[in-house]
């Protein structure tokens, strides 16, 4: 928002939408504006109404149809300094900020605070997992405020904020400590949950929550609770979708090529995300297809050891 606004001037004004992963269609036409349409850090979308996009997930194409429309954009020009995709970087705000910077001359330095935790939330750069779970940093709870949030209006709300503000100043407003209450009371459930549930074989963690519905839980628990664990596959519900989280364990002592690429196992079944971390999201009623799922990825990622 604030590299559109400071250096593409084209908008009177900016309006937001989230976007989910979900089983089905993940984009509704209708949703997009007449004017310009941007859609950051998910899936490709061709269609005419987006003018901009941008991402850094391996898994950002539905479809080798979508690939090859992005690429020949590219190759003719048509939205090549409109459409941006490169795996290599850690969180999609650090790509925004480089392209806007390099491409257009935006002035990065007021949003040094932003970018530098935005890499270290996407990319699970804790320096432990003590960091991760107790959260004391005002990004953490930031993000937990985020993720958990179910009042639609939260997130359009925290966007221009965060364009200005501190970190903790965007913590401190009144809308967001109302929330932050209940949700660290919420937060250690998770965590006595996951405790009660978690079992850990052949450097696995399973866990399924599915009886008690959630809209989120910290990423990190499992590891906090079982550190020598390298990965971890979960099986938890929500209002919208019943999702597989499959996750390596960020402080693993083994190497990189010894690591199983998560993404590429999680495309096999409609999902996707990093190497590092992906997910699969079924219908609410399919549990038990998602259930066979978690059996075939445990398997296999206890087979690579």
């Known amino acids: 928002m ?19 992963h979900r089983a089905g269609a993940l984009f509704d036409e209708g949703a997009f504006v007449d004017g310009e349409n941007a859609i950051v850090d998910f899936k490709y979308f061709a269609s005419p109404k987006v003018t901009w996009w941008f991402d850094h997930h391996q898994s950002a194409f539905l479809s080798a149809d979508d690939q090859k ?4 954009g590219q190759t003719d020009g048509s939205h090549r300094m409109r459409k941006f995709f ?9 790509l925004i ?16 605070e932003l970018i530098k935790w935005a890499d270290i939330v996407d990319g699970a750069r804790y320096e432990s997992a003590k960091a991760a779970v107790e959260m004391a940093a005002p990004a953490m709870k930031l993000t937990m405020v985020i993720e958990s949030a179910s009042d639609n209006n939260l997130v359009p709300r925290l966007i221009p904020l965060l364009t200005e503000m501190s970190l903790q ?12 209450g209940p949700l660290m ?17 052949g450097g696995v963690i399973t866990f399924d929550i599915t009886d008690q519905p959630t809209e989120g839980y910290n990423k990190f628990i499992p590891y906090y ?34 690591l199983v690429n998560l993404a590429a196992i999680c495309e096999r079944y409609g999902g996707g995300g990093h190497a590092r971390v992906g997910a699969i999201s ?22 690579a050891g």
């Open 2 to 20: 604030r590299f559109h606004r400071e250096c593409v001037r084209t908008a009177q004004k900016f309006s937001f939408h989230g976007l989910v």
């Open 86 to 94: 490169n795996p290599n970087y850690v969180s999609c705000t650090s």
């Open 225 to 258: 609770l079982y550190p020598e664990a390298t990965y971890n596959v979960g099986l938890s519900k929500s209002s919208f979708r019943t999702k597989v989280s499959v996750g390596t364990n960020p402080w693993t002592k083994k190497a990189p090529s010894e």
């Open 97 to 112: 900020a480089d392209t806007a910077r390099v491409n257009f001359g935006f002035d990065t330095a007021p949003l040094l």
């Open 185 to 201: 009371e919420r937060h250690w459930a998770a965590l006595d949950l996951i405790k009660q549930r978690a079992v850990v074989e």
């Open 69 to 72: 429309n992005f690429e020949a």
């Open 282 to 303: 079924f219908p609410p009623d399919r549990e038990d297809e998602a259930r066979k799922a978690v059996g075939e990825i445990v398997a296999e990622l206890r087979r």
């Open 169 to 180: 100043q965007v913590l401190e407003q009144g809308f967001v400590q109302v929330l932050l």
